[in-house]
């Protein structure tokens, strides 16, 4: 799982009202080349919660994210290079994601995330 | 030369996971044929709702010059041997897409709201008991419940959530669906349709239904709500299955 989708998953439990960001318990990463795209992370940068993915970066283990960022740093290549890998090249082989609310923890094995619920949380 | 769609050979399997199939075969050519707009249309987020063996997810990033090219490729299935089938699939054929376990977009309807651009879906469509949706394992691939339509009932509402302002969905649908009527429902929210693909095989009589958002459609239909018309006079003033289309096949050849 790459951290654009950390980025587009919520908690959806049932009367979980701030579920976003799933908070990221790390047991492997995987780092995996991806040929870089800008009109691809233009597109994207508007629809990234900027503060989440720098959270979880750091947690992944690379903090070369800055803590805030606005479309004008798109056209600097180094800004590029290092959302490029945050968002696209790390992934989370193995680990959980962890509800921000009631601590309910989704597994993620083999890269995939599992986000189906108990029949009492839905 | 690459291959355009996925090889049936490459893709993965498993005794839980529907296979590739006539319906299947039939949503990719639908796709195919639609490629031009497509590649015109430079969708960033493509989706697949209940990716099964992985095959239409993969021949969709195929087709649109694998991810590099610029899209967000991701697929959720209810079935969790098929989440692992999809993505044996897509690195047998050198493809990533982001898979997700999960039951239709749950956990991604919030932050991917009016975002999707492409959106394919081949729905578990069977008419059977009602009892029998939501079963675990390869009967969630099939199991549509009364007139097939329960399943597809909920994924509509999702699809209209995600699909981005000029969002395309892909729909597989059989004649005891009632596609007419899927076609009327979503019209009233805005999304002219099209049957792009027809083809009968000896069991079923499958459509290929592409919707878009369109905001003409959206004007047309709050008028006509506004007007207090019944779906009935819809109905007869203009089909929604206009321009309505469709291909003859015989034994095709894409390599």
Known sequence: MRLLTHNMLSSNIKGVTNGFPLRIEVEKVVEKEVDLNMDFLRNMFAKIEWKALVEASRTMGYSELPDDAESSMLDSDEFLRKFHHALLELHLEEGALVCPETGRKFPVNKGIPNMLLHEDEV | ?255
């Open chain 2, 1 to 255: 030369m690459l291959s355009k769609i996925a090889r049936i050979n490459l893709v993965s399997s498993h005794p839980e996971v529907y296979d590739p199939c006539d319906d299947s075969f039939a949503l990719v050519d639908a796709l195919l044929a639609d490629r031009a707009n497509l590649l015109e249309r430079h969708p960033s987020i493509c989706m697949e709702i209940g990716c099964g063996s992985g095959y239409v997810i993969t021949s969709l990033a195929l087709l649109l010059g694998k991810e590099d090219s610029g899209a967000y490729y991701i697929a959720t299935d209810i079935n969790p041997h098929a989440v692992r089938v999809t993505c044996e699939t897509l690195l047998a054929h050198g493809c990533h897409a982001e898979v997700v376990n999960t039951d239709i977009a749950s956990g991604l309807e919030k932050r991917l709201s009016r975002s999707v651009d492409v959106m394919v879906v081949n729905p578990p469509y069977v008419p059977t008991p009602e009892e029998e949706v939501g079963r675990h394992g390869i009967a969630s691939a099939w199991a549509g419940g009364e007139n097939g339509r329960s399943v597809i009932d909920k994924i509509l509402p999702v699809a209209d959530k995600l699909l981005s302002d000029k969002g395309w969905l892909y729909l597989v649908t059989l004649t005891a669906n009632n596609p007419l009527e899927l076609c009327l429902q979503m019209r009233k929210k805005g999304y002219a349709s099209r049957i792009i693909l027809q083809r009968s095989t000896e069991e079923e009589s499958l459509h290929v239904i592409k919707f878009s958002r369109d905001l003409d459609t959206l004007l047309e239909a709050n008028e006509c709500m506004a007007l207090n018309k019944t779906e009935n006079e819809l109905a007869t003033e203009s089909s929604p299955f206009t321009p309505f289309s469709i291909w003859k096949y015989g034994k095709r050849n894409f390599n």
